[in-house]
């Protein structure tokens, strides 16, 4: 059964980079129909999603986060990362790592990792 | 960007009510809209995907319908446990986006 579980501070400062890891046990990187992404939620607020990564390279990142915001993959570790730099209080949220299937007539986020929240703050 | 508009945002109901959520996209998204229920302090949790396909294991109590801009989740039979927020997301063009919620709560 597939697993997710984020992990990473729970409190980043101001100006500095957010660096979080999901593991992934249960299923492997190497299927085309799979994307792998981070989605937050701010305290109250709606889900955001921050983007996705495939294990051939590509990435797809949300537009309003591109200029800060990195994923990246580690096959040989079962899992991948995000790191979104210059982070402000506006970044304060729950983190969640997801699957994100990608086939004929389907894209949708089927497994979600527990979430994480990061708060920052000086 | 896609905007997601569900309504209403919130609404009272009673165990064993007919409840029918609604979310709006901006443009036309085909049925690349999925719904989502999360709980307090939890992980969202994939109910229908397509539009209107049910996730597996998720009960049958729980259908989706709707194509191009207009999606609707209906819950036949509300049970003690479907007390969350419901989301839905569209996954047609990148920034994937997500509506704002609907809390569904007991009167």
């Known amino acids: 059964q597939l697993q997710l579980q984020e992990s990473g501070p729970g409190l980043v400062k101001p100006s500095e980079t957010l660096s979080l890891t999901c593991s992934v046990s249960?299923?492997?990187?190497?299927?085309?129909?799979?994307?792998w992404g981070w989605i937050r939620q701010p305290p109250g607020k709606a889900l955001e999603w921050i983007g996705n990564?495939?294990?051939?390279?590509?990435?797809f990142y949300n537009s309003s986060l591109r200029s800060r915001v990195s994923i990246s993959l580690d096959p040989s570790q079962n899992h991948f990362s995000l790191k979104l730099s210059s982070v402000t209080a506006a970044d304060t949220a729950v983190y969640y790592c997801?699957?994100?299937?990608?086939?004929?007539?389907?894209?949708?986020?089927?497994?979600w990792g527990q979430g994480t929240l990061v708060t920052v703050s000086s | 960007d896609i905007q997601m508009t569900q309504s209403p945002s919130s609404l009272s109901a009673s165990v064993g009510d007919r409840v029918t959520l609604t979310c709006r996209a901006s443009?036309?998204?085909?049925?690349?809209l999925s719904w989502y229920q999360q709980k307090p302090g939890k992980a969202p949790k994939l109910l229908i995907y397509?539009?209107?396909t049910l996730q597996s294991g998720v009960p049958s109590r729980f259908s989706g319908s709707g194509s191009g801009t207009d999606f609707t989740l209906t819950i036949s039979s509300l049970q003690p446990e479907d007390f969350a927020t419901y989301s839905c997301?569209?996954?047609?063009?990148?920034?994937?986006?997500f509506g704002q919620g609907t809390q569904v709560a007991i009167k």
């Open positions: 997801a699957r994100f299937v990608r086939r004929v007539g389907a894209r949708h986020f089927d497994s």
């Open positions: 249960g299923d492997s990187f190497n299927d085309n129909d799979y994307y």
């Open positions: 990564i495939h294990y051939g390279g590509t990435t």
């Open positions: 443009q036309s998204i085909s049925n690349y």
């Open positions: 397509a539009a209107s």
């Open positions: 997301q569209q996954s047609h063009s990148t920034p994937y986006t």
